[in-house]
Structures are given as C-alpha cells and as structure tokens.
C-alpha cells in the first residue's frame, strides 16, 4: 500500500483539514475566481471586470437601465466604429449573390430600379430577367428605397447568400443587451424591418412577384380617439385585416400588417415575432439605429416640399402604366443607348414594352464624353421621349390614377364594414362586463 503523502500545512501547523486550525470565512477552492469576478480582491479583468461592476451597481440598488447606460460608455468607440464598419450595402451584396450564382458578374443595366416618391419617402421595384419576380423596397430617400429592394431581391431570391453578409455580433455582449431589454439573447443580432415591409417580402417570396398596387392599406383618422385605424387588402389575400388603432397613418399600417402577416403567412410570421420588438416605440428605436444619418422626416404641420423625379423615373413609371398589360418592366422594355462624337455625347431610349413596333427617340447632344456626360445624354434621350408621348401618358396616368383610387374605395368599404363590426363587438363586451359586475 502505498504511504500517505505529508500535508505540507500539517507540517507547518496551519491545517485546517485535519483541525488544527479553524477554517476563515471565504477561504477554499474556487475562492481566487469568486473573488475576481464579484469584487473581493486582486485586479479583475475582461469578463470579470464587466459582472464585477455589474455586481456592484446592483448591489447599490441600480437598475437595468442604469447599467444599460455603463454598457453604452464602456463600448462607445468600438461601437460606433463597428456599426460603420458592418454597415451593409446591399446593392454590393445583390452584385455579388448574382455572379456567385450565375457565375458572372450582372451585366449592365441587368437590374432595372423604377424607383417614385411615395406619401412617406421612396418606393422602389427592382426587377431583373433572370428573378423569379420584382421585389420591392422603401426608404426615406431615393437611395435607401432602391437598397431596401435590392435587399428584398437578395432574401428571395438569393437566401442562402444572406446569412453571409453581416456576422453576428459577440455572444457576450448579445446575451447581455438581451437581458438588458427584456428580449431573446438574439435580437439584438437582427436586422428589423417594419411589418409593412416583412409582409411585402412574404408575399413576394409566395406569389413571386410584387407591385405597387399588389398590397393597398385604406387609413381612418379617428379624431375622438386622436388615433388611425388601417385596412390592409390584397387580391391574393383570403381576406382583409384590421389592425390596432396607431398614432400615425404609418403606425395604422404596420400594425395591419402585422394581423396579414399572422393570417396569411403564419410560418413566417411565428419566426418573426421571436425577434421583432414588443412594441412601435422599441420598434422606432431599432429602426432608427439600423440607419443612422437619414434625413429628416417632416413633421405634422410642416410644408411638403416636392421632390422633382429625374426624368429616367418618370419615363419608367409611365411605361408602367401605358404598358400594364404586359407586366412589369424589363431591362429589356426601355433601352438606352449612347454614342460619342467629336467630344459630345447623344443618347438614344428605345421603347419596347407598348406593343407594335419599337419607338425611339433622341435627346438633346450632351457636350463631354466622361461618365457623367453619359448619364446626361440619356437622361436628355427620356426628356425628349416624355415630350413626344406627352398626350399617351396623361391619358395613362389618368386611367392609372381612377384605378388606384377604385382599388381604394373599395378597400375603404371593406374597413368601415370591418370597423363597425369591431366596435359592435367592443360594445357588447362592454355590456357583458358591467353586466357582470351588477
């Protein structure tokens, strides 16, 4: 049997193994580590620095959003840098999920933004020949909107280039900010879109393709309860949903949305309402530190200011409506070319999209042959296309306009019946509760 090995405290009479003597208070394996990450010696550093000052505010009775707020000092610096630095520009990323899947980089001109001023910013459409349908995005400027829908085209149409784009934030700090807020530890990894657009991406991945006119909301300004209720339909909707009153038209629509979302996209909307905020006012906040440096929006009373469409915009839109019948437009339905002659530039816009032959129209020489020059010419080339159809297209907007505003009557009716039977139903739970109380 092997001999014992001599306890080295025995020897020099201080073990308290073996009783000789009484064991202090906090002493014992583990004790160096507890130490360091609650607070009772030595120099903790990294994640122990962080629970020991954690431990120490709460034991001085802080709350989450004062350490919320130690959270945000500590990682000013690095994150404001990191949030410039994983700022995504999808537009990139499209460019880049197309050649890995094609096995060629995007000729020019292969995606076609037709790109308008909506009530509340930008509505862009992109479409390309080679997608299954358009997809759809918006924003507060020009920019943003055309982003939003390359974004929209990548999800559906590239889903598996979208997990590659951004990398998930450090699990330290996601777990953290999670219980700082009151969320899954993930939410804070997110990227958040309003519900509006949640449903316009739903859809367009379900029926492939999406317009303008695919999805309409109908808002009532309640001006008792100071509030808006909005009605969302579709034609490919089973049917037309109400949703919480909201303090603005916007906030009306969202929360509409959000009842579609649940009814007629149940799948994506479970895996959505996982991360989405509780709340419009978390909701704001996400969305206004996932796109930092917009512009402005006008606030209520302020005057609207009009935004001039350049007139490549404006040719796009009304060969949309002239050329309803054939679908949404192509890189293919109108073509720009140019051509460079003794240091000017001439551009040229072939029309293909209204039946019959082409139409082509040439617009006013532009001097320089340099990029912007270019850019010039063919934006001259729409000018004259747009003088020369002027009559067509008024006639087209007109015609586009009553449908639109048919479309809208007609979801209006369906809200006041829906609203009315919503508050018939308010009334009467009202009546069983004080009928209960009696």
Not at 276 to 299: I, T
Not at 429 to 438: G, N, S, V
Request: proline share 4%; net charge positive; glycine share 10%.
């Amino acid at each position: 049997m092997a001999e014992a090995k001599p306890c080295k405290w025995c020897e020099a009479g201080e073990c308290w193994t073996h009783g000789q003597i009484e064991k202090p208070p906090g002493a014992g394996k583990g004790a160096a580590k507890k130490k360091a990450l609650v607070g009772g010696g030595g120099k903790a550093t990294g994640k122990g620095k962080v629970m020991q000052m954690m431990s120490q505010m709460a034991s001085k009775g802080s709350g989450k959003a004062q350490i919320m707020q130690m959270m945000m000092a500590m990682m000013g610096a690095s994150g404001a840098q990191g949030a410039k630095g994983q700022s995504t520009s999808w537009k990139s990323e499209l460019n880049a999920a197309y050649a890995k899947h094609h096995k060629a980089t995007a000729p020019k001109g292969a995606f076609v933004y037709d790109t308008n001023q909506a009530e509340d910013g930008f509505t862009s459409t992109l479409t390309c020949e080679n997608f299954a349908g358009a997809h759809e995005g918006t924003g507060a400027s020009k920019k943003a909107a055309e982003d939003a829908a390359a974004q929209a085209a990548v999800e559906a149409e590239f889903p598996d280039h979208v997990a590659k784009v951004a990398p998930a934030a450090p699990a330290a700090w996601g777990s953290m900010s999670g219980w700082m807020m009151g969320g899954e530890e993930d939410s804070a990894n997110q990227h958040i879109l309003p519900w509006r657009a949640q449903l316009t991406q739903a859809y367009s991945k379900v029926h492939k393709t999406v317009s303008k006119d695919s999805i309409t909301y109908a808002s009532e300004h309640n001006e008792a309860e100071k509030n808006y209720v909005s009605v969302v339909s579709s034609e490919k909707f089973s049917d037309s949903y109400t949703g919480e009153p909201g303090k603005s038209v916007k906030e009306g629509h969202d929360n509409a949305a959000k009842v579609a979302m649940e009814a007629e996209f149940p799948t994506e909307y479970a895996s959505l309402a996982k991360t989405m905020p509780k709340s419009q006012k978390a909701l704001k906040k996400v969305l206004k530190a996932q796109a930092p440096g917009q512009k402005r929006k006008r606030e209520d009373g302020e005057e609207e200011v009009e935004v001039e469409l350049d007139p490549k915009t404006r040719l796009n839109s009304a060969m949309g409506w002239m050329g309803r019948e054939s679908g949404p437009i192509t890189k293919e339905s109108v073509v720009y070319t140019t051509t460079e002659e003794g240091g000017v530039t001439t551009g040229t816009v072939t029309i293909n999209c209204l039946g019959g032959a082409p139409k082509t129209y040439t617009g006013e020489p532009q001097a320089g042959t340099g990029k912007a020059d270019k850019k010039k010419a063919e934006s001259n080339a729409a000018e004259a296309a747009l003088t020369a159809m002027q009559v067509q297209i008024s006639e087209a907007e007109v015609k586009h306009k009553a449908a639109k505003a048919e479309k809208e009557a007609i979801a209006k009716e369906k809200w006041k019946v829906l609203l009315a039977a919503k508050q018939e139903e308010k009334k009467l739970e009202k009546e069983a509760k004080k009928a209960k109380t009696e």
